[in-house]
């Protein structure tokens, strides 16, 4: 395992854009978007950044960002323009989105916990409007659905190579000493309706925060001692000890077979003889 930078305050977000040979990271609590590069090592990408935390690629190559301080799901377009797709459901504002997908139809799946809004360190306090929930975005029509309504505190997520399982973590309710945290699995239907969402899998020690599936349909997991492989059927086949809290992941580089890992200060590579799944 490699460290590729340091000296951040919290990174998250990791996303790879393989046509660029870069890394875009968020560093929530310094505002700022950073970007990585293979023998140009780190600058800033975006500042301030209205405190994005999870970011993806669209099916055009666009970046998808959570924001907490617009409370909102935005996209840069390829001129660097921002568009904001989404920050109100039904009249009211989101909380602070957290983390996204998108699936291979173009929707964008997105968690909305409370995080960004119930102090200052990673976003601005603000009155909670809405229910920590799940949601489903069309960006073609701009309609925003509830996915998933029963969460204390949604986070990571994403599909299976097939997209018929969505993973999710729920991480719980801010400043909850009693929470239970877990990766919960759901089976998508027509129409991206969801049905299940029993527990799939409990990390220890720590919380699943944000994770990536390979191939196989392993998960690689973020946690407090590194980075866990859960198999499909939930076991704990290994672990990548890191040194940081590890708060996200993604796969990139060669392959698609170098994952890429934000762990509290720093960035963190290593090589796997497994590839991320790749969309066609």
């Known amino acids: 395992m490699e460290r590729l930078a340091t000296g951040f305050r919290w990174t998250e977000g990791p996303v790879w854009f393989g046509d660029a040979g870069m890394l875009l990271f968020s560093d929530i609590p310094n505002n700022a978007v950073m970007r990585w590069i293979e023998d140009g090592g780190v600058s800033v990408y975006r500042a301030p950044s209205h405190f994005e935390n999870g970011h993806y690629r669209d099916r ?6 959570c924001s907490h301080g617009l409370r909102a799901i935005t996209r840069t377009e390829h001129d660097g323009s921002v568009t904001v797709l989404a ?4 009249g009211k504002r989101l909380n602070s989105p957290n983390d996204v997908v998108v699936k291979s139809d173009g929707t964008i799946w997105f ?42 505190g949604p986070n990571g997520l994403a599909f299976s190579a097939d997209e018929t399982l969505l993973y999710v973590a729920d991480t719980a309710a801010m400043f909850d000493p009693d929470a239970k945290r877990h990766i919960r699995r759901f089976s998508v239907g027509e129409g991206g309706k969801l049905s299940g969402g029993d527990v799939f899998h409990v990390v220890s020690p720590g919380a699943a925060d944000g994770f990536r599936l390979d191939e196989d349909d392993n998960i690689w997991t973020s946690a407090a001692d590194g980075v866990h492989c859960i198999s499909p059927d939930g076991r704990l086949l290994g672990k990548i000890l890191v040194p940081e809290v590890v708060s996200n992941l993604t796969f990139g580089g060669r392959a698609n077979s170098r994952l890429f890992i934000c762990a509290s200060t720093s960035v963190y590579a290593i090589y796997l003889n497994r590839r991320g799944i790749q969309r066609p």
């Open 60 to 65: 055009q190559g666009r970046l998808i960002s």
């Open 87 to 90: 920050d109100r459901y039904e």
């Open 111 to 152: 968690s909305d916990p409370h995080y960004g809004i119930k102090m200052d360190y990673e976003g601005a306090r603000a009155p909670q409007e809405l229910p920590c929930n799940l949601y489903r975005l069309d960006p073609e029509s701009g309609r925003l659905d509830v996915a998933a309504d029963d969460f204390a």
